[in-house]
């Protein structure tokens, strides 16, 4: 039996991507219900051909409740504050979700922990197998160069993204941080304009660009005297975020409740750092 997919958003750009990938699985999940923000223009159009992938009979609706008595999983890249909204609808239903959403903050990062009691949680910055291996090689990287580097965060994004820094670009500081024993709402520099003076030793710089429809690149820049590495990933497609997040849908289908992330899905997280 295929596993029941709803989608938030699915008139939205992600959303119209996690339609096409859902059609490359062949009979392991289907399209079960696909949710857009009432009001929207896009109620009642085929999720199938807004997608691109021929009329599939599933209309984008603004009922969660009615979605989620037909889903097994909703995942959900759609702003904060439905984010939320969802978050609760599914602990009321008893439905696992991915959430691909960033930009919470520490209270609405609580209630989703809150909610995680009660049902399976996947919520990551980045659903991209390529990005969650840089996590693990930014961590490795940072614990062997230690203090010997500074490090600078560099992330673009097209001209519609909402948050900056990006999520992903957060977590790869996160990351080095963590690493090098460090707290990175301590060390994180934001803003640089002006006479700012010397760099501060063990601060982890970020730096943003928008513009365009680029997709996500994200570097970590480790610079030595004498020598600098540099950990790039780049993203040409939305697809690899899509893919990512139905296969966390899949393997999320089958855990208990608890919040889990891209590194749980993959397997990469060391055993010491598992929950």
Same mark, same amino acid.
């Given at each position: ?70 889903? #097994? ?89 909402? #948050? ?22 301590? #060390? ?88």
């Amino acid at each position: 039996m295929s596993l029941r997919i709803g989608i938030t958003g699915a008139g939205g750009r992600m959303g119209q991507t996690l339609v096409q990938a859902l059609d490359q699985t062949g009979n392991s999940m289907a399209l079960a219900a696909a949710l857009e923000r009432p009001g929207s223009s896009l109620l009642g159009a085929d999720a199938g051909e807004l997608g691109g992938v021929g009329a599939n009979g599933i209309l984008l609706g603004s009922d969660v409740d009615l979605a989620l008595r037909a889903v #097994d999983v909703l995942v959900d890249f759609s702003s904060v504050a439905a984010t939320l909204a969802h978050v609760a609808a599914c602990r009321a239903h008893g439905k696992a979700l991915v959430i691909g959403t960033t930009g919470f903050s520490p209270e609405e990062l609580a209630d989703i922990d809150a909610a995680a009691v009660d049902i399976p949680i996947c919520k990551a910055s980045n659903f991209s197998t390529g990005v969650n291996l840089c996590f693990r090689l930014v961590a490795e990287a940072a614990r062997v160069l230690g203090d010997e580097v500074d490090v600078e965060v560099i992330e673009a994004h097209h001209r519609h993204k909402v #948050d900056a820094p990006s999520g992903t670009a957060l977590s790869l500081g996160h990351e080095a941080a963590a690493a090098l024993g460090r707290d990175l709402r301590d #060390d994180a520099v934001y803003h640089r304009e002006g006479q700012t003076g010397a760099r501060r030793p063990g601060s982890i710089g970020f730096s943003t660009v928008r513009g365009g429809d680029i997709v996500g690149d994200h570097t970590v820049l480790f610079a030595g005297d004498g020598e600098r590495i540099e950990i790039t990933h780049k993203a040409s497609s939305r697809l690899a975020f899509a893919r990512g997040a139905l296969r966390a849908a899949a393997w999320l289908a089958a855990q208990p409740p608890g919040l889990y992330d891209m590194q749980d899905v993959l397997g990469l997280r060391p055993k010491e750092e598992s929950p």
